[in-house]
């Protein structure tokens, strides 16, 4: 089969490598589609992968080709989209119903061979079925979308809410659909990408700020503080703004995953005990049933239309394009949200 693997850090190279075989309780999907995640771009630049030669590539859908003795629910010509989360099923946390907190766990296009290949194997219980109203290009970006209604799921709020959104990336604008369709009231998103923030305002945002432009002090003086934030971003700075724009008795969620050291000084920390934050964490998209209500509910907003994921898809690679759309990702001032590989 054709894949692209990363031979070393920033050195992509097109193969023709053996295609894999499954056991009795897996089946084998000829990938369609396989989206570009922001944690696979240190996984190239930075060659931060469990081994080389490795393959990325966890967002993704296809069709199956070939199914094993035990499959139950699944048949060769079903169209699919993966959960890349590969649980022990053994330790404390997966038999507390717990997959997200998995200590021993195995995860597609990380600790093995993922998407950005003609074929995976994939255990039975990662499948979710693509029904026909949904797109195989728009069941590729299941799994993003589960991430930013996982976080979501972290907190209680009453339907009419203010919220903040730190970051308009993928998760930020994920997370702006899912809290559209959950019944939020007015929605900011903040960025430092002026056009990334456009794109905000066309999928729904109330208000949008660059904060790059804007004193975020000034903004709040003027402006209803909300009760509740999303940090999307990962950055330091960000991650401290959000302690400082929650309302009193409002409620953080961290999603975005830290790139740098995380400091508070003591004026923003003891933000959180005078305003009695609720403060969450948020870690990837799983529960019990595995892979969990977020993927059922994902592909449920998708197929009824509540969310469209489709204006966030800007270009269409193929796997010879190599590591393009991973540089226009690392380009500050693009635009773009989501980039996607054609596959079959």
């Known amino acids: 089969m054709k894949a692209l693997v990363l031979e070393d850090k920033q050195h992509f190279e097109v193969?023709?490598?053996e295609k894999p075989t499954?056991?009795?309780?897996?089946?084998l999907v000829n990938v369609s589609y396989c989206g570009v995640c922001g944690s696979d771009l240190d996984r190239y630049f930075k060659g931060k992968v469990h081994f080389f030669p490795m393959i990325l590539g966890h967002e993704f859908s296809g069709v199956i080709e070939e199914v094993g003795d035990k499959v139950t629910f699944f048949s060769a010509g079903n169209r699919v989209a993966v959960a890349p989360l590969v649980p022990c099923d053994q330790c404390e946390n997966c038999l507390r119903g717990k997959p997200s907190h998995c200590e021993k766990y195995s995860f597609i296009g990380s600790?093995?061979?993922?998407?950005?290949?003609?074929?995976?194997a994939v255990d039975e219980r990662n499948l979710i079925h693509v029904p026909e109203e949904v797109s195989l290009e728009e069941a590729a970006l299941i799994e993003p979308l589960t991430v930013?209604?996982?976080g979501i799921e972290r907190i209680n709020f009453a339907a009419g809410s203010e919220a903040v959104i730190f970051g308009a990336g993928t998760i930020g604008m994920m997370t702006l659909l899912a809290l559209k369709a959950r019944g939020a009231g007015d929605i900011t998103v903040i960025d430092i990408n002026s056009e990334k923030l456009n794109v905000a305002r066309e999928l729904g945002a109330t208000e949008t700020v660059n904060s790059q432009q804007t004193d975020l002090h000034e903004y709040f003086a003027n402006h209803n503080k909300p009760a509740i934030v999303f940090?999307?971003?990962?950055?330091?700075?960000?991650?401290?703004?959000?302690?400082?724009?929650a309302d009193h008795t409002g409620k953080v969620v961290y999603i975005g995953t830290a790139t740098s050291t995380v400091e508070f000084p003591p004026e923003v920390f003891e933000q959180i005990l005078r305003k009695e934050l609720e403060i969450a964490g948020s870690w990837m998209s799983y529960s019990t049933p595995f892979p969990g209500y977020e993927w059922k509910a994902g592909l449920q907003y998708i197929k009824d239309g509540i969310i469209d994921v489709k204006p966030l898809i800007d270009?269409?690679?193929e796997l010879e394009d190599k590591e393009k759309p991973f540089d226009r990702m690392k380009d500050p001032s693009s635009s773009s949200i989501k980039y996607l590989y054609k596959i079959d």
Do not use: L, P, W
């Open 231 to 245: 940090e999307t971003a990962g950055v330091a700075q960000t991650q401290r703004q959000c302690i400082e724009v």
């Open 148 to 150: 930013a209604m996982h």
């Open 22 to 27: 499954i056991s009795e309780n897996q089946v």
């Open 111 to 120: 600790r093995e061979k993922g998407a950005m290949a003609e074929y995976v």
């Open 15 to 17: 193969r023709d490598i």
């Open 315 to 317: 270009e269409i690679f």
